[in-house]
């Protein structure tokens, strides 16, 4: 079975600067999408980012981008310039293709310092 | 357009006792997802839903049940509730099974088992 592994349980950042939350995954497939999800507070899961292992130009999205290193199996999210609402927990989930079931990390609590 | 909705959103029970819990997805989705989130284990995938037909399952016991109606709403079934069956379930739905897109997730149900 897929694993997503996150290792950092909890992260720091100071306001304004900048931050990278790891990921890596254990797959045998070739083409695979990743996700990077955001749990505010408030618990409603949104999107971050997301990205087509088919794709070798890393996926930004304003403020947060990723690196992915496919060979590696990893796929790490950096957020700049960090704001107070970025807060929360964030999930890197994998999917192996249409149809197939989501596998998600146990998650980084990201706390935000004004 | 409402967002995902999950009802009741908090509820207490105690061993033996049985729970459903229910999920509206986004209207025009028609793909629905269960997951379960506890601290420390992430989110555990639970079973997928579309067009009222089970098309993927997690590795739960038979106590964890789930249907789809005609209208693509979803409830899900713990039946012989454990003490470690407390956990924030979670609903998340799509536009299709089988679509690589994200999935938009409900604030979730808080189940406490006493």
């Known amino acids: 079975a897929q694993t997503v592994t996150q290792s950092q349980p909890e992260m720091s950042v100071q306001e304004a600067e900048t931050v990278t939350l790891s990921c890596t995954y254990d797959t045998s497939e070739s083409d695979y999408y990743l996700f990077w999800y955001k749990q505010p507070p408030s618990r409603q899961m949104i999107l971050v980012i997301r990205q087509e292992a088919y794709k070798q130009q890393n996926a930004t999205e304003n403020r947060f981008s990723v690196n992915f290193q496919k060979a590696a199996k990893s796929f790490s999210l950096k957020i700049s310039d960090s704001q107070l609402g970025d807060a929360a927990m964030y999930f890197c989930?994998?999917?192996?293709?249409?149809?197939?079931?989501?596998?998600f990390g146990t998650g980084t609590s990201l706390t935000v310092i004004p | 357009k409402a967002g995902v909705t999950q009802t009741p959103r908090y509820l207490i029970k105690t061993r033996g006792q049985q729970v459903t819990l229910s999920c509206s997805p986004i209207?025009?989705?028609?793909?629905v997802s269960w997951y379960q989130q506890t601290p420390g284990q992430g989110l555990q995938f639970l079973f997928e839903y579309f067009s009222e037909t089970q098309r993927n399952k997690g590795n739960f016991p038979g106590r964890f049940s789930g249907r789809q109606f005609s209208n693509s709403r979803s409830e899900m079934n713990v039946s012989t509730l454990e003490l470690g069956d407390s956990a924030l379930y979670l609903c998340?739905?799509?536009?299709?099974?089988?679509?690589?897109?994200?999935?938009?997730f409900g604030e979730g149900s808080r189940l406490t088992v006493l």
């Open positions: 998340a739905s799509s536009l299709r099974w089988g679509s690589p897109g994200e999935l938009f």
């Open positions: 209207s025009g989705h028609r793909s």
């Open positions: 989930a994998y999917r192996s293709g249409p149809g197939n079931q989501f596998y």
